[in-house]
C-alpha cells in the first residue's frame, strides 16, 4: 500500500476537493499514485475537470475507454507507450460493456501498474462503479485515494428539472416523424444518472415539487416504451397525465401517498413557484400522444379480426384526439401540425375512410403552412389510400405520384435516408437543414404552386423517375423508418387499377429493393401486389418465388404459423436483412423477442449457436439450459 496522506476518502464541497485532487497529483509527479475521482453526474464531473485543468500546476493527459476495452492497463499502455505522462485521467469506465472482466483482469495485473506507470493515475468512477472495484478489486482499489465530488442540493433538483423539461421540449419539437428513445435526447447513461438523484435526495430527505414527480413519471413512461413494457409505460403515463389535468390551485395540496407516483421515493414536497417550460397544458398534450401511441402498440399485438384490435385502435383515437383539442385550445397550430399525421395513421388502420379524408383535407393546410414535407407527403398518401379503397383510380393515382415525387425530393435535398447516427445527432443537438427546400417539381411555376395539386403529371413522373434512382443508391443505407416504399406501393396499386401494369411493377420492384424496413406488413403488401401482377403476366415462376417468400417472411415475423423448412438464405442476403432491422429503440423487438423480427440465418449462424451450446452443456457452471422460440423457428434443428 502507498503512504500518502490522502489514503482516506475526501467529502467536501466541490471547490476543496479540486484543489486538494490538483495538489496531490503535483505532489505525487514521478510516482504511482491512483486516485478515485467519484462523482456521480456527467455534467457536473465535466464541470470538474474544466476547473482542475485550470487550476493544475502539471499537465494533465486524459484517456477515454471504448465500451468494448477488455483490459485497462494494456489499453492504457497502448494509449501512452513508453511515454510517462505528468497525470493522466481515465474516463468511461460506466460505460464499459464488460466492466466486471475488465475489473478482474485489472487486479490480476495491479502490480504493473505499479511498476510501469511513474505517475499520478486518476481513475472517474461513479456509485456503481465504486461497488464493483470494492467488490471485485479489492487489491487494487485498497491503493486508492478516493477524492468524493458531491453536487448541492439545489442544483441536483435543478438537474433533474432541466432534463425533464429538455425531454418535453424536444419531443415537441420533433413530433411524430421520428419517435426518437431518451438516451438519444438526455444524453447516455440518463437513466442512471436520475437514480442517482433520486437515491441522493431521498436519504438527505429533500423535498421535490410535485411537477418534477410527474415529469419524471413521463421519462420513466418513455423509458418503459422503449423497453416494450407498454403496460408499464401506461401506468407512467396516466400518473403524470393525472397531475397535468389537475388545476393549479389543486396542485398546490400534496398527494396522499407519493410512492404511488414514483415507488420508493416517499418524499415530502413542495411547490415550485417558477413557471413551468413547456406549459402543463402542453405537457398534457404531450402525454395523451404518447398514450395514444401505447393504444397502437398494442392494437398491433391483435389480429384484425379480433376484438381487441379494434378497442385499443379506437383508445388510441381517442387519446390522440384529446390531445389535437388541446393543443388547439391553447392556439398551437404548429404543434397539432407535427403530431396530427399519428391520428391519420389510426383512422387508416380503423378503415375509418370518411374521417381520414377529412383530417388529410386539414392536415394538407397545416403542413402547407408550416412547410412539413414528410407530413405533406404523408397527406397525399392518405388521400390516395381513401381514393384507393372509394375505387376513385385516377384520384388515387395523382395524389400517390404527389407523396412521392415530395418524399423522393426530400429524400435528395434534405437527406430523410441519413444514417442512424446522424438522426440521433439532430435529435440530441437541434440541427437542421439550412437550405430552403422547394417541394414541388421543377416544371411548377411559383404563381402555379398555391394550386399544387393541378400540375401536369408528366412532370411529376420525369421528377419522379430522376429521384428514385438516388434511393437505389441508398438502399443499404437506410436505417430509419421509410415511407418510400408506402407511396411507391400507393402509386402501383393505382397504377394496376389504370391498366398501368407494367409500370406497377416497375414500381413495385424498387418498393421491394428498399426491403422489410421496419414495416413487414407493408413488405408483404408489395409482395403480394408484384406477385399478382406477375401471375396476371403469365410469369408463374416469379410470382411462385415471391409467393415462397411472402410466406416465410409472415411466418418468421409471427404473422402465420410455421410451414415447414425453408432454405437458409445467403450470408449477403443475412447481412442486407440485418442492416434492414429497425433501429429505433421505441421499436418493439425486445418485447416480441427474436423470433419476431426478420431474420434470416445462415449455416455460420448455426455453427456459431451449436459451439456455443456445446461450451455451455459442457461447463460446470451452467446447472440448467432452457432453448426458447416459438415453435418453428428452429429448436428441434438446434
Not at 407519493?258 to 421515493?265: F, S
Not at 378503415?351 to 412547410?371: G, I, M, N
Request: net charge neutral.
Amino acid at each position: 500500500m502507498i503512504n500518502s496522506p490522502l489514503l482516506e476518502p475526501v467529502a467536501t464541497h466541490h471547490r476543496d476537493a479540486v484543489e486538494e485532487l490538483a495538489w496531490a497529483i503535483a505532489a505525487s509527479e514521478g510516482q504511482f499514485l491512483l486516485m478515485l475521482a467519484h462523482c456521480n453526474y456527467a455534467k457536473w464531473r465535466k464541470r470538474v475537470v474544466r476547473r482542475l485543468h485550470k487550476i493544475s500546476s502539471v499537465p494533465i493527459r486524459e484517456v477515454f475507454l471504448d465500451q468494448s476495452a477488455c483490459t485497462l492497463y494494456t489499453t492504457l499502455r497502448q494509449e501512452i507507450g513508453e511515454e510517462q505522462p505528468a497525470a493522466l485521467m481515465v474516463f468511461g469506465l460506466e460505460s464499459v460493456t464488460d466492466l466486471d472482466e475488465l475489473l478482474i483482469a485489472t487486479n490480476q495485473v495491479r502490480e504493473e501498474f505499479r511498476k510501469n506507470f511513474q505517475f499520478p493515475l486518476v481513475l472517474w468512477i461513479n456509485d456503481e462503479v465504486l461497488c464493483k472495484l470494492i467488490r471485485i478489486t479489492p487489491d487494487f482499489h485498497s491503493w486508492a485515494t478516493t477524492v468524493m465530488f458531491e453536487i448541492p442540493t439545489s442544483r441536483l433538483i435543478r438537474n433533474l428539472q432541466q432534463k425533464a423539461n429538455s425531454l418535453f421540449t424536444k419531443v415537441l419539437e420533433l413530433g411524430a416523424s421520428e419517435i426518437f428513445p431518451n438516451d438519444a435526447i438526455l444524453g447516455a447513461g440518463y437513466t442512471t444518472e436520475i437514480k442517482f438523484a433520486l437515491r441522493d435526495l431521498e436519504s438527505g430527505n429533500h423535498e421535490l415539487p410535485p411537477e418534477l414527480l410527474a415529469s419524471l413519471n413521463f421519462v420513466w413512461g418513455r423509458e418503459a416504451y422503449g423497453l416494450g413494457k407498454i403496460d408499464v409505460a401506461i401506468t407512467h403515463y396516466q400518473k403524470s397525465l393525472e397531475f397535468w389535468q389537475q388545476e393549479p390551485r389543486k396542485q398546490e395540496s400534496k398527494p396522499e401517498n407519493n410512492g404511488e407516483i414514483l415507488p420508493g421515493l416517499g418524499l415530502p414536497t413542495f411547490i415550485s413557484r417558477k413557471p413551468i417550460t413547456p406549459p402543463r397544458r402542453e405537457r398534457q398534450a404531450v402525454i395523451l400522444f404518447h398514450l395514444g401511441l401505447c393504444y397502437c402498440d398494442q392494437a398491433k399485438q391483435y389480429p384484425p379480426g379480433d376484438p381487441s384490435y379494434r378497442e385499443n385502435w379506437h383508445k388510441a383515437k381517442e387519446y390522440l384526439e384529446q390531445c389535437m383539442v388541446v393543443f388547439e385550445q391553447e392556439q398551437r397550430p404548429d404543434l397539432v401540425a407535427k403530431l396530427i399525421n399519428q391520428l391519420g395513421e389510426i383512422l387508416q388502420s380503423l378503415e375509418a375512410w370518411d374521417d381520414l379524408a377529412s383530417l388529410a383535407t386539414k392536415s394538407l393546410a397545416l403542413h402547407r403552412t408550416y412547410s412539413a414535407p414528410v407530413q405533406l407527403a404523408q397527406d397525399y398518401g392518405f388521400i390516395a389510400k381513401v381514393a384507393l379503397h372509394k375505387s376513385r383510380w385516377q384520384e388515387a393515382y395523382t395524389n400517390a405520384i404527389y407523396a412521392n415525387v415530395i418524399i423522393t425530393k426530400v429524400t435528395e435535398e434534405q437527406g430523410v435516408a441519413h444514417h442512424r447516427e446522424d438522426l440521433l445527432a439532430y435529435a440530441a443537438e437541434g440541427r437542421g437543414g439550412s437550405k430552403k427546400l422547394s417541394y414541388y417539381p421543377p416544371s411548377i411555376q411559383a404563381q402555379e404552386q398555391q394550386q399544387y395539386p393541378s400540375y401536369q403529371e408528366n412532370s411529376a413522373l420525369s421528377c419522379l423517375n430522376g429521384v428514385v434512382k438516388i434511393d437505389k443508391q441508398i438502399i443499404n443505407k437506410y436505417t430509419n423508418k421509410s415511407p418510400v416504399g408506402r407511396y411507391l406501393l400507393l402509386l402501383a396499386q393505382a397504377q394496376q387499377h389504370l391498366g398501368q401494369h407494367s409500370e406497377a411493377i416497375s414500381h413495385l420492384e424498387r418498393a421491394r429493393e428498399l426491403g422489410i424496413q421496419d414495416d413487414p406488413k407493408l413488405y408483404l403488401e408489395i409482395l403480394e401486389t408484384l406477385g399478382t401482377l406477375y401471375w396476371q403476366q403469365k410469369r408463374y415462376q416469379a410470382a411462385f418465388r415471391l409467393k415462397q417468400e411472402r410466406l416465410a417472411i409472415a411466418q418468421q415475423n409471427g404473422l402465420l404459423a410455421f410451414i415447414g423448412a425453408g432454405k437458409l438464405k445467403s450470408s449477403q442476403q443475412n447481412q442486407l436483412a440485418q442492416n434492414q432491422l429497425p433501429q429505433n429503440h421505441l421499436a418493439q423487438t425486445k418485447s416480441k423477442g427474436s423470433a419476431t423480427v426478420y431474420q434470416a440465418m445462415t449455416a455460420s449462424d448455426w455453427q456459431h449457436k451449436v459451439k456455443e451450446l456445446v461450451q455451455r452443456i459442457a461447463s460446470t457452471q451452467h446447472k440448467l439450459t432452457v432453448i426458447y422460440g416459438q415453435a418453428g423457428v428452429g429448436k428441434s434443428s438446434l
